[in-house]
């Protein structure tokens, strides 16, 4: 188990494995020091580069590998899985009557006026579910025993099929477990070494159809994930580690090696989950609670509200959604996950001429290899990055602090034999486009997902990270009509931090559904309470002491006869009748918010308990390990950088490792470091603070007239002397 919570844990180590690059971040808590690193992701074996990045960091720092305390890892393997059907051949077993659940799902269109609807492929092919008669009520009371010769019969039929995993999800098991955990003890003693995942364990909540999805999904992800981790343990002990392994969760927690080979698909947002728990730190940093959470790597882009200081959460998600915008065409996953959108919008992202002859991008990307044209690697096809090479966004001389020279020829070259040619454009207008459309499909989906909630993004700040997210920050910020920006230093292996900074903890949930006026409240609290001591148990074996452990309540709820719930908080303590006015208060005020309105005369129930328990989150001080070099003057040179609503405009190349507190200029400018580059836009406003953010201040600017070819005149706009406050 992890010892993040130990006094003993000195050095920490967060690696998150992307699509393009894996980041490595270093803190060591007795001298407050972070340092840095990024390398190509090397996706045959992805613990190449981990061990690679921790050699080398280690180094830099003047520590070795067996100085590390902790190890706190994500990874995008899971949702790639899944995405990518990778996974292992799985075999279901469920209630007689049920066998094509997977398959009838809700009945209902994600879009109705589409004629050709995909839908996505269930992750058990209908040859390998398999029934068995029992029967349970949704009062938890047996109505049919378990027949376990039909249990034996599906072990067979799943041994004559090569089956590597298995999911049981038999009905109302999350109101009793026990022929499920009866299924489980025949399945083992006929199919010894098959993992087996049972519905009520991973998710222990009414539904039976994202139940058994999850169960599914989780053991079509298992033997690979298991794999994985034992390899990559193995060859850290080889490498003299002698820490603990740690992985973060989709809720934003931190859990241990075993928990997470057990229940591998609460790994599945671990990389985006670790981007938004950074957010919400540098929310706290920054003092400025309400942000949009923009992460821009080399594959995708993801979006997260911080509100208050916290990410959005859900208890459900949705993997592999065949149309990328639309609720109900993926697979349904009930997880406790923090609440983002992610789109194919990244560094990577190819761009092509489709059947209709229009200019498209992503959300295939080049990944690291062979990764965009610029890179040299053997890609041939333009990215989002060759094009931003091409606008002057990026340098072809320090791309990773110098260690890579960009191929800005061969970039031209691809542009034009891909893109500009079959359009009859020039490479520059060509160029320009894909930078369009690719920050026009994240306006699109930020948007999309802020008003889902009913919120106007305008009110938020944009916190950009991501290697490629400073990059086009400028860009989406106006779109969006945000009016400040925040970047950190570092921003290009921010979610690398994310793993520092995130807290042990656990979450768990239990469906006992009914009326709220009629509920039982003394089983209320007898499941609160074991909840409450499964988690302190979990958490004491990381090494959080008890008494520091805190605990949040919650029960989803809803008007009798509607679908869907809405959670609601749960006092502390012991609950009683009396709690029942309170909780239906509470949802009434709530659903109001949400939809504008209250209904009155209609019945309130409950039905999903759920509690969120969390440790002391690890005190990391923002202490980069850069070049000392701030007397040196920030001033690199300049060149000439694109803007839509300017044209071409000489802007200052401004060293970042040069900016001290309390600097202040204005843009244009093109800020450099060595894991990423921020655009700031001309007559933009830029602020260095105490921590090192860039805080910059967006500004309206005129276009300029036109030149011939529809593009604005080029300008020499020169940016101001960077000053002190």
Same mark, same amino acid.
């Given at each position: 188990?992890?010892?993040?919570?130990?006094?003993?844990?000195?050095?920490?180590?967060?690696?998150?494995?992307?699509?393009?690059?894996?980041?490595?971040v270093l803190v060591d808590q007795n001298t407050g020091k972070?340092?840095?690193?990024?390398?190509?992701?090397?996706?045959?074996?992805?613990?190449?580069?981990?061990?690679?990045?921790?050699?080398?960091?280690?180094?830099?720092?003047?520590?070795?590998?067996?100085?590390?305390?902790?190890?706190?890892?994500?990874?995008?393997?899971?949702?790639?899985?899944?995405?990518?059907?990778?996974?292992?051949?799985?075999?279901?077993?469920?209630?007689?009557?049920?066998?094509?659940?997977?398959?009838?799902?809700?009945?209902?269109?994600?879009?109705?006026?589409?004629?050709?609807?995909?839908?996505?492929?269930?992750?058990?092919?209908?040859?390998?579910?398999?029934?068995?008669?029992?029967?349970?009520?949704?009062?938890?009371?047996?109505?049919?025993?378990?027949?376990?010769?039909?249990?034996?019969?599906?072990?067979?039929?799943?041994?004559?099929?090569?089956?590597?995993?298995?999911?049981?999800?038999?009905?109302?098991?999350?109101?009793?477990?026990?022929?499920?955990?009866?299924?489980?003890?025949?399945?083992?003693?006929?199919?010894?070494?098959?993992?087996?995942?049972?519905?009520?364990?991973?998710?222990?909540?009414?539904?039976? @159809?994202?139940?058994?999805?999850?169960?599914?999904?989780?053991?079509?992800?298992?033997?690979?994930?298991?794999?994985?981790?034992?390899?990559?343990?193995?060859?850290?002990?080889?490498?003299?580690?002698?820490?603990?392994?740690?992985?973060?969760?989709?809720?934003?927690?931190?859990?241990?090696?075993?928990?997470?080979?057990?229940?591998?698909i609460h790994l599945i947002e671990s990389g985006p989950a670790?981007?938004?728990?950074?957010?919400?730190?540098?929310?706290?940093?920054?003092?400025?609670?309400?942000?949009?959470?923009?992460?821009?790597?080399?594959?995708?882009?993801?979006?997260?509200?911080?509100?208050?200081?916290?990410?959005?959460?859900?208890?459900?998600?949705?993997?592999?959604?065949?149309?990328?915008?639309?609720?109900?065409?993926?697979?349904?996953?009930?997880?406790?996950?923090?609440?983002?959108?992610?789109?194919?919008?990244?560094?990577?992202?190819?761009?092509?001429?489709?059947?209709?002859?229009?200019?498209?991008?992503?959300?295939?990307?080049?990944?690291?290899?062979?990764?965009?044209?610029? @890179?040299?690697?053997?890609?041939?096809?333009?990215?989002?990055?060759?094009?931003?090479?091409?606008?002057?966004?990026?340098?072809?001389? @320090?791309?990773?602090?110098?260690?890579?020279?960009?191929?800005?020829?061969?970039?031209?070259?691809?542009?034009?034999?891909?893109?500009?040619?079959?359009?009859?454009?020039?490479?520059?207008?060509?160029?320009?486009?894909?930078?369009?459309?690719?920050?026009?499909?994240?306006?699109?989906?930020?948007?999309?997902?802020?008003?889902?909630?009913?919120?106007?993004?305008?009110?938020?700040?944009?916190?950009?990270?991501?290697?490629?997210?400073?990059?086009?920050?400028?860009?989406?910020?106006?779109?969006?009509?945000?009016?400040?920006?925040?970047?950190?230093?570092?921003?290009?292996?921010?979610?690398?931090?994310?793993?520092?900074?995130?807290?042990?903890?656990?979450?768990?949930?239990?469906?006992?559904?009914?009326?709220?006026?009629?509920?039982?409240?003394?089983?209320?609290?007898?499941?609160?309470?074991?909840?409450?001591?499964?988690?302190?148990?979990?958490?004491?074996?990381?090494?959080?002491?008890?008494?520091?452990?805190?605990?949040?309540?919650?029960?989803?709820?809803?008007?009798?006869?509607?679908?869907?719930?809405?959670?609601?908080?749960?006092?502390?303590?012991?609950?009683?009748?009396?709690?029942?006015?309170?909780?239906?208060?509470?949802?009434?005020?709530?659903?109001?918010?949400?939809?504008?309105?209250?209904?009155?005369?209609?019945?309130?129930?409950?039905?999903?308990?759920?509690?969120?328990?969390?440790?002391?989150?690890?005190?990391?001080?923002?202490?980069?390990?850069?070049?000392?070099?701030?007397?040196?003057?920030?001033?690199?040179?300049?060149?000439?950088?694109?803007?839509?609503?300017?044209?071409?405009?000489?802007?200052?190349?401004?060293?970042?490792?040069?900016?001290?507190?309390?600097?202040?200029?204005?843009?244009?400018?093109?800020?450099?470091?060595?894991?990423?580059?921020?655009?700031?836009?001309?007559?933009?406003?830029?602020?260095?603070?105490?921590?090192?953010?860039?805080?910059?201040?967006?500004?309206?600017?005129?276009?300029?007239?036109?030149?011939?070819?529809?593009?604005?005149?080029?300008?020499?706009?020169?940016?101001?002397?960077?000053?002190?406050?």
């Amino acid at each position: 188990m992890s010892n993040v919570g130990s006094e003993t844990c000195k050095v920490r180590t967060g690696v998150d494995v992307g699509g393009t690059f894996t980041d490595l971040v270093l803190v060591d808590q007795n001298t407050g020091k972070i340092f840095l690193g990024k390398r190509l992701t090397t996706h045959a074996d992805p613990s190449r580069a981990i061990l690679g990045g921790l050699e080398r960091i280690a180094k830099e720092s003047g520590r070795s590998i067996e100085s590390v305390d902790d190890l706190v890892h994500g990874t995008t393997l899971v949702t790639n899985t899944i995405i990518e059907r990778r996974g292992a051949k799985v075999g279901l077993l469920t209630t007689r009557g049920f066998r094509d659940s997977l398959e009838l799902g809700k009945e209902i269109r994600h879009d109705r006026h589409d004629l050709f609807l995909r839908r996505p492929e269930p992750l058990v092919c209908r040859r390998l579910r398999q029934e068995a008669g029992e029967r349970i009520n949704a009062a938890g009371e047996i109505l049919l025993e378990l027949e376990e010769a039909s249990v034996r019969a599906a072990a067979q039929e799943f041994k004559a099929n090569d089956v590597e995993a298995i999911a049981v999800c038999f009905l109302h098991s999350y109101a009793n477990a026990v022929h499920e955990e009866r299924a489980r003890q025949i399945l083992q003693s006929e199919l010894p070494g098959v993992p087996i995942t049972l519905s009520h364990e991973i998710s222990p909540e009414i539904r039976e @159809y994202e139940r058994a999805n999850t169960a599914c999904a989780n053991a079509y992800v298992q033997p690979m994930m298991n794999r994985y981790l034992t390899r990559l343990d193995s060859r850290l002990r080889e490498a003299a580690f002698a820490g603990s392994l740690s992985l973060m969760l989709s809720g934003g927690g931190l859990t241990g090696i075993e928990a997470a080979e057990a229940q591998p698909i609460h790994l599945i947002e671990s990389g985006p989950a670790a981007g938004a728990t950074a957010a919400a730190f540098y929310s706290r940093i920054t003092q400025i609670p309400d942000l949009i959470s923009f992460d821009m790597g080399g594959t995708t882009a993801k979006m997260c509200l911080i509100e208050a200081g916290q990410p959005e959460r859900s208890n459900q998600f949705e993997a592999a959604r065949v149309s990328r915008f639309q609720k109900g065409s993926g697979l349904p996953l009930k997880i406790p996950v923090i609440d983002l959108i992610e789109i194919g919008a990244g560094g990577g992202s190819i761009a092509r001429i489709d059947q209709m002859g229009l200019l498209k991008v992503g959300p295939q990307s080049a990944g690291s290899e062979p990764g965009p044209v610029c @890179y040299g690697r053997g890609g041939r096809r333009p990215t989002v990055t060759d094009a931003d090479l091409v606008l002057g966004y990026l340098s072809p001389t @320090y791309f990773l602090g110098g260690e890579m020279e960009l191929d800005i020829d061969a970039v031209q070259r691809a542009l034009h034999e891909h893109v500009a040619a079959p359009l009859n454009i020039d490479v520059l207008q060509a160029a320009i486009g894909i930078r369009r459309i690719v920050d026009e499909n994240m306006a699109a989906a930020t948007r999309m997902y802020i008003a889902e909630k009913g919120r106007d993004p305008r009110r938020y700040a944009l916190l950009a990270f991501g290697g490629a997210g400073p990059v086009h920050a400028h860009s989406l910020a106006k779109l969006l009509g945000v009016k400040r920006v925040v970047v950190p230093l570092g921003a290009g292996v921010m979610s690398a931090l994310g793993f520092l900074v995130a807290a042990p903890a656990i979450n768990l949930a239990r469906s006992y559904a009914g009326r709220v006026a009629d509920l039982d409240w003394q089983r209320v609290n007898a499941l609160l309470e074991a909840m409450e001591q499964e988690a302190s148990r979990f958490l004491t074996r990381s090494g959080i002491a008890s008494e520091a452990i805190g605990f949040r309540r919650c029960v989803d709820m809803r008007h009798l006869g509607q679908g869907f719930e809405i959670p609601v908080d749960v006092p502390d303590g012991i609950l009683d009748a009396r709690t029942a006015d309170m909780l239906g208060g509470s949802f009434r005020k709530a659903y109001e918010i949400r939809f504008g309105r209250s209904i009155a005369g209609i019945a309130i129930e409950a039905l999903t308990w759920r509690l969120a328990a969390v440790g002391p989150a690890p005190e990391v001080s923002l202490q980069f390990s850069a070049p000392d070099r701030v007397e040196a003057g920030p001033h690199k040179g300049s060149r000439m950088v694109y803007f839509p609503e300017t044209g071409f405009v000489t802007a200052d190349v401004l060293d970042r490792y040069r900016l001290g507190p309390g600097m202040r200029f204005e843009g244009p400018a093109v800020v450099e470091e060595r894991e990423s580059t921020t655009i700031i836009g001309p007559h933009c406003k830029a602020e260095v603070d105490a921590s090192l953010n860039l805080i910059i201040n967006i500004a309206e600017v005129p276009r300029q007239r036109s030149d011939a070819s529809g593009e604005p005149a080029p300008s020499t706009v020169k940016i101001k002397e960077v000053s002190r406050v």
